[in-house]
């Protein structure tokens, strides 16, 4: 099997970790695996295909020349028949959008997607939010990875036969041994009985952390 992680992303935040997790852990069972990132003018090149280079990934760029580029779908379906991708997996709306009318133009790749969630700060991202919707709806599967999510792609008129909620899947054998945990409270001064309470994600307000801290 060959498949395309396509992402429009702007930095290595969850989704494209989760993106690259994956993507290693497919390889690594023997699925030919591409890394591909939409590449927004003056952004310089995405983050996530720097990470998946380092991790041995093939990589693509592809151009995106403004908020809409009505050619990118064409670029991606010549990549899709050249490399005669099975699989396009499709994270985010951008990608959703450009990933589904490039596979209707190669006519011989499926399209998933997988919902991490909708950022709708804003009138633009309101708009796109309802074009990934109406995307997702023509998809022949959806994942997503909550449940609050998966509440969401059932409003929005998906059939309950075609999503899913699977939750992201994450390699803890880095992070440390059995000693770890000990380890850490001892450099943090913490006693070996006192309560622990820790919280992972980025500091923006969407991550909501003033929630943990009041609670």
């Keep these: 099997m060959r498949i395309l992680q396509l992402i429009s992303s702007s930095g290595l935040y969850g989704a ?3 993106l690259l997790e994956l993507s290693c852990y497919l390889r690594d069972s023997g ?4 890394v591909g990132a939409l590449e927004h003018a003056g952004a310089g090149r995405p983050a996530v295909l720097e990470a998946a280079a380092a991790h041995g990934l093939p990589v693509v760029a592809f151009p995106c020349r403004g908020a809409l580029d009505p050619l990118l ?7 899709l028949t050249a490399n005669r ?3 396009l997996h499709a994270h985010n709306y951008k990608a959703d959008l450009y990933g ?3 596979c209707l133009a190669s006519r011989s790749t499926l399209p998933l997607a997988t919902c991490h969630n909708w950022l709708t700060a804003g009138i633009k991202l ?13 998809f022949p599967f959806a994942v997503a990875v909550s449940d609050a999510i998966l509440d969401e792609l059932r409003r929005c008129g998906i059939p309950e036969q075609r999503c899913a909620r699977i939750d992201n899947g994450m390699k803890v054998d880095r992070l440390g041994g059995p000693g770890a945990r000990r380890a850490a409270r001892r ?12 919280t992972v994600g980025r500091m923006d307000h969407f991550k909501a952390h003033h929630l943990q801290l009041r609670a």
């Design 100 to 102: 589904y009318l490039a």
């Design 16 to 18: 494209e970790r989760v």
């Design 187 to 198: 450099t943090l001064g913490i006693p070996e009985q006192g309560v622990v309470a820790v």
């Design 73 to 79: 779908p064409l670029r991606l379906a010549r990549f």
């Design 31 to 34: 699925v030919q695996v591409h």
């Design 126 to 138: 309101r708009v796109f939010e309802a074009l990934d919707k109406a995307v997702l709806r023509r």
């Design 85 to 87: 991708v099975d699989l």
